[in-house]
């Protein structure tokens, strides 16, 4: 026997789902701390968009509870559409099964993978069948399932397949259990609460080692389904196009024009002249050759961008705050919604927020949560083009200190949603550098800058008010007490000092040798007129300034004068009398209004 | 003036300041102060004493913000205690005062160089000297070695000292208060005051005071006020001339101008402690040339010090600029010990006199 005939003894094709037992990193299962966030992850993924698709409102359970030693329990429960009995055993027992594969929107998941990776993760851990109920609606049952993975296959191997109670009219549950360990918690409730920033409109209720945590949706707006559209022809790789072309009934004009986005006769026939092919001929009697010819061709053709708005779905500016100042507690917070761009035919969008003070970390780098298609990203950050972007902007120029990222009490947000998101590797954990989203991301994010810039030197004005304030308040009297002491004279009165540095109206009365003296001083920007109620036995007849009304009450004399006031100005008045009784001021904002009666 | 008359002087001076401000704010106006600022941009040549003053520049400090606010409530507890320990016939150091401090809550200072800045506030507000709020430093005068003789009031009774025939190797050290202090007679021709300790002891050592009639005033690094006043009395009542012996580098340069033109800090006291008088006798950037001085290469700091002195109006003559830009140019300094390096007799026998006649003082 040769060596080759050896050699083929041992050469066999082996299955997806083998590929993966030995490739466990790609599918973010690499250590037993990840494989309980990824299976999270991948389970509220599909929820999210399950929920989305069916337009309700989110409601989602996760609970996770140690059965014994290192074995964990994870069950994920939604009020999605359910899915029919006989697909259970191909979403969650056949890798690389999904709807969303083909189909050119924005959605969370899209290789079909995730979910039945982790089943594969348990069924080796564990050797415990995962077990899934589902209803699609009130009228008919809820079925319960127990599906493994063959290995060899990547077929489902259902053990069980019954009739089930379930008080939920309609909706997915999903349990497994796999080998694990909680040592990640925190990270796994920082990926939830992330989740709920920008998923507003979900409720996420949490059972953890039998401690709860909540949630809550701050919106009841169900969100729009994206629509899927026709790729693009500047957005399409050789395999989906051989795999377009094998489905294809049609000449190979009509092909380009009922398969594509933006391809109209025109177009469609100068792809053809260019490929050197004729239009008439039918598409899938094209030769590997040709394809690649056509493929070229595509490209070269100048094609309006692809629609984007409708299979979009931005999370938008308002929402986006709500969702973060219901996780964190900010003095600033602010987001931008970026116009929809494209990047090789994909339609993409970029969204962002900064947050400013409150409970951030006053210290050290800040805060950055990055986003793809409503997905939090929460490993290799440093690895990301956001990050990139982030660090690449001088931040120095908004207020900012920095050191390659920003410092300070500071939270940035960037959500990329794109129905194609340029991820660096199949674990979806950090985006690859495309300079058309980085620009994107940059500009938003200028624009924010400038925002909390304006925020910060406000801040900073009315810091040095509260510092003036903060002196009167506290310094003044002490001084006042001290001086008084070394003079050996009594404390002076500083309420017109506080006035003034306050920025007030002050009023003051002093009657000093039989004459009345009342002095309004505006310390304020505020003009135009208060009016002065002075209430005496004096009748005021020889005042300076005549009262624009005065009426005597058995022993009391009312006094009544309009005072215009300027920012600065000194109204005066004097008049023969005793003094006392009481005096007022209105028309202008209690907080303004300081009196001075030495009188009393 | 009688120490009574003294005291009263001071008491009422002080008290005059915080009637100021209890007068503006019975007027309801916010306290302040105004003094004149405190920088080398507002000092000015006296032509009728020869010495730099603080210009016409004021800064006024109102109480408006926290900060000055808290430097005037600062001011006036200083006020209060100097007030007390006059009327208790008390003294204390600087040191002491801000120790006292402590209890003193929002005025209490955060170092001692708040505390001794504050005091010289006082000092230009009042036209008095701190030794009138019995108010002492704890820093050591310098000494003297030479041929001259005073008279000292000491706490036991007058001493009457030569400061060649009655001090140790050491000399005669001067104390804080210089007031008590008078001289009696010399026989010296010169007084020459030197940088480093190291120098003066080679100077008594090589009998240099002995050989030249000459007074050895050991600086000790930047002078202290009593030192200063020390060489501003003994020039003004014999007419001794000075001259001012440091390293050849920018810091030392202004050793030599504090005691010529009188110090930036202190420059509202200047006719009491500055010789104008006073020549600069080395070490000059062209020694380190002419007699070849082991050196080192000028610092980053060194470099921007001396560009500050060509700012400075204290150093704006020709011998300065013509000195510093040469400096700069030969990128160099040298210590005055690097005399050492043509033998330990180099500088008494050599270098000084040659200076000193050139100089026309020998």
Redesign the interface.
């Known amino acids: 026997m040769s060596l080759a005939d050896e050699l083929a003894k041992k050469q066999r094709s082996i299955s997806v789902a083998e590929f993966f037992e030995k490739n466990k990193h790609l599918l973010g299962f690499d250590s037993p701390v990840r494989g309980i966030i990824t299976t999270v992850k991948e389970a509220v993924d599909n929820s999210l968009d399950a929920c989305e698709e069916a337009m309700v409102l989110p409601d989602i359970f996760i609970g996770i509870k140690k059965v014994s030693g290192e074995v964990y329990r994870i069950i994920v429960e939604d009020n999605g559409p359910g899915i029919v009995p006989d697909q259970i055993p191909y979403v969650f027992g056949k890798l690389l099964y999904g709807s969303r594969f083909h189909q050119i929107k924005q959605s969370r998941g899209q290789q079909g993978i995730g979910i039945s990776a982790a089943v594969l993760y348990a069924q080796l851990t564990t050797g415990i069948p995962t077990t899934v109920i589902s209803r699609t609606g009130a009228a008919t049952p809820a079925w319960r399932f127990e599906i493994q993975i063959d290995i060899e296959s990547n077929e489902p191997e259902i053990l069980r397949r019954e009739e089930a109670e379930w008080d939920r009219t309609h909706g997915t549950r999903v349990q497994i259990e796999f080998r694990s360990t909680l040592a990640a918690k925190k990270r796994l409730l920082d990926y939830l609460k992330y989740t709920s920033i920008v998923n507003p409109h979900a409720r996420i209720r949490v059972e953890m080692d039998d401690e709860a945590f909540l949630f809550e949706r701050v919106s009841d707006e169900v969100i729009a389904c994206p629509e899927p559209i026709q790729p693009h022809p500047h957005g399409i790789e050789i395999g989906n196009l051989k795999r377009m072309i094998v489905y294809s009934e049609d000449s190979l004009e009509d092909f380009l024009v009922n398969g594509f986005a933006r391809v109209g006769t025109k177009t469609a026939r100068e792809m053809c002249r260019l490929a050197g092919l004729a239009c008439e001929m039918p598409a899938r009697n094209l030769t590997p050759a040709q394809q690649k010819s056509l493929l070229d061709a595509m490209q070269q053709v100048k094609v309006p961008a692809p629609p984007t708005t409708q299979c979009l779905s931005p999370i938008g500016e308002a929402l986006i705050v709500q969702g973060l100042e219901k996780e964190i507690q900010m003095d600033f917070v602010s987001a931008r919604t970026r116009p929809s761009s494209v990047y090789s035919g994909n339609p993409f969008m970029v969204e962002a927020a900064i947050g400013y003070g409150g409970k951030l970390p006053p210290e050290g780098n800040a805060q950055i949560l990055r986003f793809a298609n409503r997905v939090p990203l929460v490993y290799q950050q440093g690895a990301c083009a956001i990050t990139g972007c982030i660090a690449g902007i001088n931040w120095k120029t908004y207020g900012i200190s920095q050191s390659g990222l920003p410092i300070g009490p500071l939270l940035i947000l960037v959500h990329i949603a794109s129905t194609n998101v340029p991820f660096t590797s199949e674990s979806k954990d950090a985006v690859a550098s495309i300079p058309e989203i980085e620009k994107e991301v940059t500009l938003a994010l200028q624009e924010l800058g400038r925002e909390l810039k304006t925020y910060l030197s406000r801040r900073d004005k009315s810091r040095l008010q509260e510092?003036?304030a903060?002196?009167v308040c506290?310094?003044?009297p002490?001084?006042?007490a001290?001086?008084?002491?070394?003079?050996e004279?009594p404390p002076?009165?500083?309420s017109?000092?506080e006035g003034?540095?306050m920025r007030k109206l002050?009023t003051?009365r002093e009657t000093r040798d039989g004459k009345v003296a009342i002095e309004v001083?505006n310390y304020t920007d505020q003009k135009g007129a208060v009016t002065l109620y002075d209430i005496s036995p004096d009748t005021a007849e020889d005042a300076t300034i005549r009262p624009d009304f005065s009426s005597r009450m058995e022993q009391e004399v009312t006094k009544v004068w309009q005072v215009p006031i300027e920012p600065g100005s000194v109204w005066r008045v004097e008049y023969t009398g005793a003094g006392g009784g009481s005096l007022d001021i209105r028309g202008i904002d209690q907080k303004y209004i300081v009196t001075v009666d030495l009188d009393v | 003036m009688s120490k009574e008359e003294m005291d009263k002087t001071a008491k009422k001076k002080l008290i005059d300041i915080a009637h100021r401000w209890y007068d503006q704010m019975t007027g309801g106006g916010v306290p302040s102060i105004s003094l004149p600022t405190r920088t080398k941009r507002n000092i000015e040549y006296d032509d009728e004493s020869e010495v730099w003053k603080y210009g016409d520049r004021e800064s006024v400090r109102s109480a408006g913000n926290a900060k000055s606010a808290l430097h005037l409530l600062k001011m006036a507890y200083v006020i209060w205690f100097l007030k007390k320990q006059i009327l208790e016939n008390r003294s204390s150091t600087l040191r002491e005062l801000y120790y006292i401090s402590e209890g003193w809550k929002k005025a209490k200072f955060g170092a001692q160089d708040e505390s001794n800045f504050l005091i010289e506030d006082l000092e230009i507000l009042t036209d008095l000297q701190r030794e009138a709020f019995h108010l002492r430093p704890e820093e050591d005068g310098a000494t003297i070695f030479g041929p001259l003789r005073l008279k000292e009031q000491t706490r036991r009774g007058e001493r009457e000292i030569h400061c060649q025939d009655d001090v140790g190797e050491a000399g005669y050290q001067i104390p804080n208060n210089v007031e008590s202090v008078e001289f009696v007679d010399h026989d010296a021709k010169f007084i020459i005051a030197i940088e480093t300790g190291g120098m003066y002891a080679r100077l008594i050592e090589n009998g240099f005071d002995a050989d030249h009639n000459a007074i050895l005033v050991h600086l000790k690094g930047q002078p202290a006020r009593s030192t200063r006043r020390c060489l501003n009395k003994l020039n003004d009542k014999f007419g001794i001339p000075v001259v001012v012996f440091t390293d050849g580098d920018p810091w030392s340069y202004r050793i030599y101008a504090s005691v010529a033109y009188g110090a930036i800090k202190s420059a509202h006291m200047s006719e009491l402690l500055a010789t104008p008088k006073a020549q600069f006798i080395g070490v000059q950037p062209s020694d380190i040339r002419d007699y070849n001085l082991p050196s080192d290469h000028l610092t980053e700091r060194d470099v921007a010090a001396l560009h500050a002195e060509l700012t400075d109006p204290r150093f704006a003559t020709d011998y300065w600029r013509e000195q510093i830009n040469l400096q700069l140019s030969l990128n160099l300094k040298s210590e005055q010990q690097a005399f050492a390096a043509k033998g330990l007799d180099f500088v008494t026998k050599e270098y000084l006199p040659a200076r000193l006649s050139d100089m026309g003082i020998i």
């Open positions: 510092d003036r903060r002196a506290a310094i003044i002490e001084i006042a001290k001086v008084a002491e070394i003079v004279l002076p009165d500083i017109p000092i003034k540095i002050v003051r001083r």
